[in-house]
């Protein structure tokens, strides 16, 4: 099958359009060609019969407050810490007794991706899935729009005290904290189970793809499994990984003056 490059400036929805027709198409395609033995190239997929509830909270594990104390705003910066930094904010957001704005997902990268959070997942599906845990809305009402605030840098692998302390201290002058990073904000160790259970389920149960990604998604499956045997092979060697890693080795000098401006116009880019 063959997709045509889609440029990385463009939107997921712009992109969407790009290569759905595509698969859809060629989906259509393969399913006639290869009917006769498709049954023999598809996955086997055993299920062991029972859920898995390893994340589902403990009995001491309260519902969210009826009233919170203030409003966590979130900008998730970088696609690849952006699933990472949501969840742990959804973990602050319970510590602090905050309610959750879902998240503005980064524009101002590299990247220059003008997807919204329903672009890439599943709005609704995120609230509704967590209303037990942390109270969302979708953005603050008008009223709110004059609330005092404070945008805070909140500290690098932090465990639940900072939280408790630090950060629910604000709640006595503010109404609103903006959190200007979210990856990494999170201690991996010692947090209380239903904590790090809360995260487990933000990540794989509430974090649901839109609609539309998991239709592409699954178009992109039944190829893969009607060809047969595959490797896929992710590099993770983006441009701006490529820029802040400091290597021109066997760049043209056109592609390593490229990446050396890349390094030095970012405020984050330290000598």
Same mark, same amino acid.
């Given at each position: 099958?063959?997709?045509?490059?889609?440029?990385?400036?463009?939107? +997921?929805?712009?992109?969407?359009?790009?290569? =759905?027709?595509?698969?859809?198409?060629?989906?259509?395609?393969?399913?006639?060609?290869?009917?006769?033995?498709?049954?023999?190239?598809?996955?086997?997929?055993?299920?062991? %019969?029972?859920?898995?509830? +390893?994340?589902?909270?403990?009995?001491?594990?309260?519902?969210?407050?009826?009233?919170?104390? %203030?409003? =966590?705003?979130?900008?998730?910066? %970088?696609?690849?810490?952006?699933?990472?930094?949501?969840?742990?904010?959804?973990?602050?957001?319970?510590?602090?007794?905050?309610?959750?704005?879902?998240?503005?997902?980064?524009?101002?990268?590299?990247?220059?991706?003008?997807?919204?959070?329903? @672009?890439?997942?599943?709005?609704? *599906?995120?609230?509704?899935? /967590?209303?037990?845990?942390?109270?969302?809305?979708?953005? /603050?009402?008008?009223?709110?729009?004059?609330?005092?605030?404070?945008?805070?840098?909140?500290?690098?692998?932090? %465990?639940?005290? *900072?939280?408790?302390?630090?950060?629910?201290?604000?709640?006595?002058?503010?109404?609103?904290?903006?959190?200007?990073?979210?990856?990494?904000?999170?201690?991996?160790?010692?947090?209380?189970? @239903?904590?790090?259970?809360?995260?487990?389920?933000?990540?794989?149960?509430? =974090?649901?793809?839109?609609?539309?990604?998991?239709?592409?998604?699954?178009?992109?499956? @039944?190829?893969?499994?009607?060809?047969?045997?595959?490797?896929?092979?992710?590099?993770?060697?983006?441009?701006?990984?490529?820029?802040? +890693?400091?290597?021109?080795?066997?760049?043209?000098?056109?592609?390593?003056?490229? /990446?050396?401006?890349?390094?030095?116009?970012?405020?984050?880019?330290?000598?």
């Amino acid at each position: 099958m063959e997709i045509e490059r889609v440029s990385t400036t463009a939107s +997921s929805n712009q992109r969407l359009e790009t290569i =759905l027709p595509l698969v859809s198409k060629n989906s259509i395609d393969t399913n006639a060609k290869n009917s006769s033995n498709s049954d023999a190239k598809n996955c086997i997929v055993v299920s062991s %019969g029972t859920d898995d509830t +390893s994340d589902l909270p403990s009995i001491a594990y309260d519902k969210v407050p009826q009233e919170t104390r %203030g409003y =966590l705003l979130v900008h998730t910066n %970088g696609l690849n810490q952006m699933r990472v930094g949501i969840c742990d904010m959804v973990v602050v957001a319970r510590i602090i007794n905050a309610t959750l704005v879902v998240p503005d997902l980064d524009k101002r990268s590299f990247w220059q991706d003008t997807s919204n959070f329903s @672009d890439v997942f599943d709005e609704d *599906y995120f609230i509704t899935s /967590l209303a037990d845990d942390v109270k969302i809305i979708r953005k /603050l009402s008008k009223e709110l729009m004059s609330a005092t605030r404070v945008v805070k840098h909140f500290r690098s692998w932090s %465990g639940i005290d *900072y939280y408790e302390q630090e950060i629910a201290s604000l709640w006595d002058d503010y109404q609103v904290i903006r959190a200007a990073k979210s990856d990494s904000r999170l201690a991996n160790n010692n947090l209380p189970p @239903d904590i790090q259970k809360l995260r487990c389920r933000a990540c794989y149960r509430a =974090l649901r793809f839109s609609p539309r990604i998991e239709a592409m998604g699954k178009l992109l499956v @039944d190829q893969m499994r009607a060809y047969g045997p595959y490797i896929a092979l992710h590099l993770q060697y983006e441009k701006d990984m490529l820029a802040f +890693s400091g290597c021109t080795h066997d760049l043209y000098i056109e592609e390593a003056n490229e /990446l050396t401006a890349i390094r030095f116009c970012s405020t984050l880019y330290i000598l």
